[in-house]
């Protein structure tokens, strides 16, 4: 099951007026051309070490990557990184870790932003109260949820259903121990969530769904 799923993606951004692709680059080890929003992008610290810029505003010249571990384990095995920057390069050997946890850190940042911002809830009852009201516009449910959960969760008409944080990033967000559900209204925070995720389910396997398993209640856990 995919990690990040929309209702008529294209046309839900033109509906929304949403902002067009953006500017491209091209990732140094596919030669593909992609969205920089949708890339990773790296630059050099003074001392020739790689640095991920996962906000992409790091000043000084850049390389961009595609979002996957076969991408990033075939730039630093190819030396693509010392080619694109015309040197010798010190890249980390758990790379991909750290870009992971480096997206999965903004992303609860972005929806604590948004849950301070009066702009999110959590909550199964909540969730549904936004989706019914037409105001969520982004649906999260946490990708280690029970497979009922998962197979209840849909995506908002014209929105996003996320599933790439686990209960325990999602409640980080709302100051709860976990959280399964969660949703976002219309906005750039919402906006930027979605470019993230897209981002990070590159690096986090898809959903498997092998049948119930003892979770326990996954409402009572978060509610508030």
Do not use: Y
Not at 22 to 27: D, V
Not at 154 to 181: C, D, T
Not at 183 to 209: F, T, W, Y
């Amino acid at each position: 099951m995919t990690l990040v799923e929309t209702m008529d993606r294209s046309g839900a951004e033109e509906a929304r007026g949403e902002r067009a692709a953006g500017p491209l680059r091209r990732c140094i080890a596919t030669g593909v051309d992609a969205p920089r929003r949708h890339l990773l992008r790296f630059v050099l610290s003074p001392d020739g070490a790689l640095t991920p810029d996962i906000a992409a505003r790091l000043p000084g010249r850049g390389a961009w990557l595609t979002p996957s571990a076969a991408a990033i384990e075939a730039a630093v095995k190819n030396r693509l990184f010392n080619r694109a920057f015309g040197g010798p390069v010190t890249t980390s050997e758990d790379l991909a870790v750290l870009i992971e946890r480096l997206l999965a850190a903004r992303m609860v940042d972005t929806l604590g932003l948004a849950r301070r911002a009066g702009q999110a809830v959590s909550g199964h009852d909540k969730v549904e109260e936004w989706i019914a009201r037409g105001r969520a516009r982004i649906v999260l449910v946490a990708r280690n949820a029970a497979d009922n959960a998962q197979r209840r969760a849909r995506a908002p008409e014209g929105g996003a259903l996320i599933r790439v944080l686990g209960a325990e990033e999602i409640g980080r967000a709302f100051a709860k121990e976990r959280a399964v559900h969660a949703a976002l209204a219309e906005g750039e925070l919402g906006r930027k969530l979605i470019d993230d995720s897209i981002r990070l389910a590159g690096l986090r396997p898809p959903v498997q769904l092998a049948g119930p398993r003892p979770t326990g209640d996954e409402r009572g856990s978060e509610r508030a």
